[in-house]
Every structure is written in structure tokens, then in C-alpha cells.
């Protein structure tokens, strides 16, 4: 809303206690306008009825950017994830292509006199596992997870000296535990 530097000088000055102009480094109203423009406190706009101002508020500027801001990164993360997904898509094709290669069925065509010849190949085992983690199942991915390096007492047989320790003390508690006849 723009409202003429003049009325709002009016209204200024009704304030007992305000600032003459007169005591300031501004010698007009028009001085001090101009300086408050070039400062960026307000818009100023020179019409043939005078000069017109808008107080620019900063914090709505400020709300406004910050507003446009979390719009920004929520929409680069939407496009982040679509893109993520657009990757993971590729990727999945390009597996499955490479696994499968699927070949175009064809109709069966074939003489009758001619005779049916079978060639067996070398026997592969059922235990081929995939390359790839996309295609284990739970249970193997299970099993991968659960294989532990054996324990310094299963390679060498001897046990450590804190094992020894800790043996000794549960034999002794369980020792103590035990009730002992009364006499």
C-alpha cells in the first residue's frame, strides 16, 4: 500500500514527543525520503502529486524466501527419489535382461521323416547361486549373515587366559550355590 511521504510526516510530527526535522542531517522531507529509499527501508515512487512510499517489511521477505526454500528442497528431493527410482528401474531391466534373455518362441516346424536328436551336455549341479544379492533368497541371506570367523579356541585349542578366568568363576559361584546338608 502506498501512501503519501507527506501524510505520514503529518502524522509523525501530532507525536509530542518526536524528532524535528530540524535536528536531523536532512534539511526536507524529500532529502530524508530518498535516503530511506537508497537504504532500503521503503519503495519510493515520484508522482506529480508528490512523493508516494511503501515500507518494504523484511521479515515477510524473509518468511517468503524461506517459504520458497523448503519448497525448493522438498521439491529436489521428490525429483531425487524419482530419479533414484528411474535408476533402479534401469538397473533391474538390465538384470533381468542379462539373467533371462528371453528369445522369441518361434512355431515348431519339422519334417516328419526327419528323426529327433538329443545332445547331453555336461550334468550341472541345483547349487549355482546367482551373482547378484537381488536374487537370494531370506533363508541365504540368512546364512550369509549368521557365518562368524571360529573363535581363537576353535583354531588353536587353547583358550585364553580371561576364558580361563571367567570358567573358573562360574564354577566357583555355581559351587557356592549349591546347598550344602545341614550338620
Known sequence: ???????VYNEYIQDRNHVHMNSTSWQTLTEFVYHLGRAGKISVEETPKGLYIRYIDREEL???EERMKRKKTILDEEERANKQIAKQKRRAALLEGNIANPSESTPLSRDPDQKVA?????????????KSALFLDDDEESENETKQEPSEEEVTGKKRSLDEIIDQNVKKTSSDESPEPPT
Open 62 to 64: 524473509a518468511r517468503q
Open 1 to 7: 500500500m502506498t501512501v503519501r511521504a507527506n501524510q
Open 118 to 130: 538329443f545332445s547331453l551336455g555336461k550334468a550341472t549341479t541345483g547349487n549355482t547361486k546367482p
